[in-house]
């Protein structure tokens, strides 16, 4: 059978590895397994939200409320917008997606930088669209706006925080790229860490109204990460009406669950676990940071619910990720983003220690 050609250009994405293959392949018993691989929220899931799932059990026979109605309402307070600047996926990743179906086909083509979510280029593929990336990791402004002079891409992506790298522009240069670029380019703004940013350093913190004003430019944001939902499959898109009406048209019916969608309305209005969350995480980070330090390798400074550390020559990525995963640690080797390098997410003070005691036996 002969399939689409675009197909032939497409690596499958390659998920964080489930702790499901590391007992089965090593033996190892499932509470030993520490998964910091896929930057989920380590404290497990908010005990509202099992609430929810739990007294909401018996009515997986019925459809969602297909308007959504109560979620953009939430989600609308939470945001100071409407529901009509609005559309919900199953993830952000599906809004990625309606945008990428939307806009992309063989003639266009799309910029992201060097190093940066692999989705974005796996849907800009399959609309058999061309990939256009700067040299660097970081998001730099002229690196950006000299791609985008030379190529005229249908749609620029600005992942702040970035991932895998977890480091982030400034709210003033996301605007300021934002203002150099014409109407007829999308700017994605994907903030699917943005919590994180936020409760760092509010000068990188940017919110769905910071960009509306602007018709070329769309917010993402998931409840995948610091709200902890990543297994309910809640994202969405803020936009002015005109370009989510388009968005739409894409949109496959009853789109995220039933329970899906009564959870995510449930986390609009509990801020506490986010906030419990963060405090978690940053607490936890800076023993990464030291880490890092007293083993004398170096690390991107995080905005994230991960760290990524980067190797001398003399440490292997791959080599060190094979380790640990044979003694039931996963992490993220970034040797097929071309980084000597590993991404951690930031787990629990103990999933945290388990790191540090077999990632110092690997090294020495
Ligand atoms: C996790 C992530 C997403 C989307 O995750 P969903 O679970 O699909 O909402 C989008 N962008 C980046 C950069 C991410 O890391």
Not at 89 to 98: M, P, Y
Request: with cysteine; aromatic share 10%; net charge negative.
């Amino acid at each position: 059978m002969k399939f689409n050609k675009v197909l032939e250009n497409i690596q499958t994405y390659e998920a964080g590895k489930p702790i499901e293959l590391v007992v089965r392949e090593f033996g190892i018993a499932p509470e030993n397994v520490v998964k910091l691989a896929s930057n989920e929220n380590p404290i497990g899931t908010n005990p509202a939200i099992a609430k929810v799932i739990r007294s909401n059990a018996d009515i997986a026979h019925l459809y969602p409320d297909d308007s959504m109605f109560e979620l953009k309402d939430a989600l609308g307070h939470k945001f100071d917008v409407s529901a009509d600047n609005i559309i919900i996926g199953a993830g952000s990743d599906q809004v990625l997606e309606f945008i990428s179906r939307a806009l992309l086909n063989e003639n266009e083509s799309v910029l992201m930088s060097a190093v940066t979510f692999a989705m974005y280029e796996i849907y800009a593929r399959q609309m058999g669209a061309k990939i256009i990336r700067t040299q660097s990791w970081e998001h730099k402004y002229e690196e950006f706006i000299e791609a985008y002079r030379m190529h005229k891409p249908k749609i620029m992506y600005i992942c702040t925080p970035n991932n895998p790298t977890g480091d982030a522009i400034p709210r003033e240069e996301v605007l300021k790229i934002i203002e150099a670029v014409s109407s007829d380019t999308l700017i994605v703004v994907d903030g699917a860490y943005m919590e994180y940013a936020a409760a760092k350093d509010a000068a990188y913190a940017i919110t769905p109204n910071d960009v509306l004003t602007y018709d070329n430019v769309i917010y993402l944001g998931t409840f995948s990460k610091a709200h902890g939902l990543g297994g309910m499959r809640v994202g969405y898109g803020i936009a002015q009406p005109g370009l989510i009406k388009e968005l739409y048209k894409m949109r496959p019916p009853f789109n995220i669950t039933t329970l899906s969608l009564l959870v995510a309305i449930e986390a609009c209005r509990n801020d506490t676990f986010v906030e419990r969350s963060i405090a978690l995480h940053q607490e936890q980070i800076k023993r990464y940071e030291a880490f890092a330090k007293e083993n004398g390798f170096e690390y991107i400074e995080s905005y994230t619910n991960f760290i990524t550390y980067l190797f001398p020559e003399t440490m292997d990525s791959t080599l060190i990720s094979d380790a640990l995963l044979r003694r039931g640690v996963i992490i993220r080797n970034l040797a097929s983003y071309g980084m000597n390098g590993v991404r951690i997410t930031i787990g629990t003070q103990k999933q945290n220690d388990v790191f540090f005691k077999h990632f110092s036996e690997v090294i020495s």
